[in-house]
């Protein structure tokens, strides 16, 4: 979970745990049903495991975002440019 704390904002940890735990289970119900043979299960599980990897990409997609703005306001601060940031949640 250490490699969280680097991907996601902080605001997003929590979540990204909890999305990182599903996937994790969401793996091991897949293989429960492949060796039970129950290829409908199986799926449905690997449906669900996507979407919280999907969820995951999104938070660390977020994050690299709002690294970018920072540096280019630490950029445009050091050639004395006056920014001023604005916080908008989405």
């Given at each position: 979970?250490?490699?969280?704390?680097?991907?996601?904002l902080?605001?997003?940890?929590?979540?990204?745990g909890r999305l990182v735990d599903?996937?994790?289970?969401?793996?091991?119900?897949?293989?429960?049903a492949l060796e039970q043979t129950n290829i409908v299960s199986a799926k449905k599980w690997l449906e669900e495991q996507r979407r919280s990897l999907d969820e995951l990409e999104e938070l660390f997609k977020k994050k690299e975002q709002h690294d970018r703005i920072r540096t280019l306001?630490?950029?445009?601060?050091?050639?004395?440019?006056q920014i001023q940031l604005i916080n908008i949640t989405v």
């Amino acid at each position: 979970m250490d490699l969280l704390i680097k991907k996601v904002l902080n605001k997003d940890y929590i979540q990204a745990g909890r999305l990182v735990d599903c996937i994790v289970y969401c793996g091991d119900r897949y293989e429960e049903a492949l060796e039970q043979t129950n290829i409908v299960s199986a799926k449905k599980w690997l449906e669900e495991q996507r979407r919280s990897l999907d969820e995951l990409e999104e938070l660390f997609k977020k994050k690299e975002q709002h690294d970018r703005i920072r540096t280019l306001v630490e950029e445009l601060q050091g050639r004395n440019i006056q920014i001023q940031l604005i916080n908008i949640t989405v």
